[in-house]
């Protein structure tokens, strides 16, 4: 092990991607023993779970990610496919069908964050326009197609709460100079779009990947 060890990451705390030192990994096996039809033991399947914990030369915050995989599905060239997330700080993963526009949108607005508050604004607000446009709604302004997702259940009805968030990525659309974007605000404006982003892409493929793994296990209610 090299005392370098680490790997270049976006840091969602200060918005650098940078090189992380890599400071504490976690190797944890789950190993099941497969048998043929005969019951003679072959082999055996392998779960793994990494964590691995950096920290950011730039800020010195945490980051920590989890990478998955299972020996029994690979590549056709036999590589395992690797499922990796960050789980530290809370971050929206393009874990599912989100469109890399939105993705790429709403990552942009997290790498400026600490520097320009009117542009992390006006980055989230593509995002979600992009979020509005895959679901189809085509009203005029964002809060009308996000209150229009809302009625037609793609987005939990919050949409009243999100009055004073939509009215400060409104200022930022039109006058960017004169509004001032504390942290408070950027911080908040981000938290609500991840909320948003999760609930209408990553809590249904989360919901879809617990389902098929029951269904999977051969588990019935006919009981
Ligand atoms: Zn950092």
Known sequence: MSSEQGAVLLCYHCGNRTFMDL???HKHVDSEEIADSYGYIHNSADFVR?????????CGEITVQRENWFSEETHPDG????NSQVVYPQVT?????MPDGVFEAFQAAIKVRHIDGAICALSVRRALEK?????GATQNDLYRKLKHLADTKVLPPIVDEMAYILKQLGNAAAHADDIVFDDGIVTSIIEFTQIIL??????PAK???VQDLRSGLGTDNTN
């Open 198 to 203: 999760d609930y209408v892409y990553n809590l």
């Open 207 to 209: 919901l879809k990947r």
């Open 23 to 25: 400071i504490k990994h």
């Open 79 to 82: 590589r395992p496919i690797i």
């Open 50 to 58: 990494n964590w691995y914990m950096y920290s950011c030369k730039v």
């Open 131 to 135: 979020m509005c446009k895959d679901k």
């Open 93 to 97: 993963n393009k874990n599912s069908d």
